[in-house]
């Protein structure tokens, strides 16, 4: 495989600015660029120099010989002092060497994957690891990252490796004297894994809120503080306010670290009678978007909804515009009650939160459910008796066949250009 490099840090003017190599030539790459000996795993202080042998910095360089790296291959880095100049003349040297080539999006943590390093849901968590913006989104990430998808995945091909055997060995001897019946013990390790794949499939949808953020929508009729109070929650004016009704025509976003809970408040069009047509278009996707959030605070006068909207069990109810907090609402001017409007919502979401297991994507869910619903198969054939252990033991390795997507050891190649597609050059 080529020897690649790429900057492994974020661009622009930094303390520090790190290229990663990976590859049979890195080291030797390394070696020419600093005029020195490098073997050994000692990080060392050394001079770079340019393709005319002039000075560009002093960096310190770190080797990770193979197999011990990332990748798996031999990997060197060089830690530079991050000015645009200094990585721009770097990069270039490096060009300049044979064998040598820029690394495609992804392509180090790819080769992490090829070498065995890492399996396919690793690297997703990776990905998820690297654009945590919350301590929610850490933790999850970090569950998918050190393995914990791998190694219930291999627990549960385990149970059922176990079953398919116990009803193979039936199979394979029913002409000659056999131990005890093995239904019994094959129907435990069937619902065992049934049931912990159930439990798995219902937190993914909680998951993918962690990892993309959980949706609360302000609704209300017109001129009921709804902007005022995105703004509030905000810290700045993300919506503009006024005093005539129908100000907000569109949907505004913003997105916000609730107690360590990713959650984008969306600010929606009054709900009324549209006075024009652009504002009856905004009232629609306001009823449209509020409809698919996961919570809605519903503004109004009265504690009653707005004419067109039909309540949900999950809608919060509060009293509009109650800036001296004396009717248990909220105020976006004076902040009266969203401090308990905000515990609230993070009791809501964190009661949630705890449904989530360890599959955390929409890939996942599919492999589990068609896992699930072989193993169903299965225990309906089991029930037929010896007769037909051998469609049962073929629903079984069906399911541990699905269950061995998750981590990449069949399927693997139509997954991969989406999982890698959002790292960047240097991962």
Request: aromatic residues 6%.
């Amino acid at each position: 495989m080529d020897t690649i490099f790429a900057l492994a840090s974020a661009p622009g003017r930094a303390g520090i600015s790190v290229i990663r190599l990976s590859g049979s030539e890195a080291i030797t790459a390394v070696e020419l660029i600093t005029r020195s000996e490098l073997r050994g795993t000692k990080p060392k202080l050394r001079t770079v120099y340019g393709p005319d042998g002039s000075f560009i910095d002093e960096a310190l360089i770190l080797i990770f010989s193979e197999p011990y790296s990332f990748t798996g291959e031999h990997v060197a880095e060089i830690h530079l002092h991050g000015s645009h100049a200094v990585v721009a003349l770097t990069i270039k040297t490096l060009n300049n060497i044979s064998g040598l080539r820029q690394a495609e999006a992804g392509e180090f943590t790819r080769r992490s994957l090829d070498n065995g390093k890492m399996d396919l849901a690793q690297v997703e968590g990776l990905g998820d690891l690297i654009d945590a913006e919350t301590e929610a989104q850490l933790r999850q990430a970090g569950r998918v990252f050190t393995g914990a998808l791998g190694k219930k995945s291999n627990e549960w091909r385990e149970k059922l490796t176990r079953a398919a055997a116990l009803l193979v060995a039936t199979i394979d001897f029913a002409d000659e004297e056999v131990p005890d019946d093995v239904s019994s013990e094959v129907e435990i390790l069937i619902n065992t894994v049934a049931n912990e794949l159930d439990k798995e499939i219902v937190g993914v949808h909680t998951a993918e809120r962690i990892r993309s953020g959980f949706e609360v929508a302000i609704v209300g009729a017109p001129n009921l503080g709804k902007s005022t109070l995105l703004n509030f929650l905000a810290g700045r004016d993300a919506a503009i306010t006024s005093s005539i009704s129908g100000t907000t025509r569109d949907i505004i976003e913003v997105r916000l670290d609730l107690f360590g809970l990713p959650v984008t408040f969306l600010d929606t069009a009054g709900i009324r009678v549209a006075s024009d047509l652009v504002e009856e278009i905004g009232i629609s996707r306001a009823l449209e978007r509020s409809s698919l959030s996961d919570l809605r605070i519903v503004l109004s006068t009265d504690g009653e909804y707005p004419d067109g909207m039909e309540p949900k069990t999950t809608d919060i109810v509060c009293i509009a515009k109650d800036d001296e907090g004396l009717k248990g609402g909220v105020s976006g001017i004076t902040g009266a009650g969203v401090d308990d409007l905000k515990n609230n919502i993070w009791y809501i979401f964190n009661n949630k939160a705890q449904d989530v297991g360890i599959a955390t994507r929409e890939r996942h869910r599919i492999s589990m459910v068609n896992a699930k619903d072989f193993l169903d198969n299965a225990i309906v054939s089991l029930g037929y008796g010896p007769e037909q252990y051998d469609i049962t033991a073929e629903e079984i390795r069906a399911a541990t066949h699905a269950l061995d997507s998750l981590i990449g050891r069949i399927g693997l190649e139509n997954v991969l250009d989406e999982v890698f597609s959002s790292f960047c050059l240097g991962k």
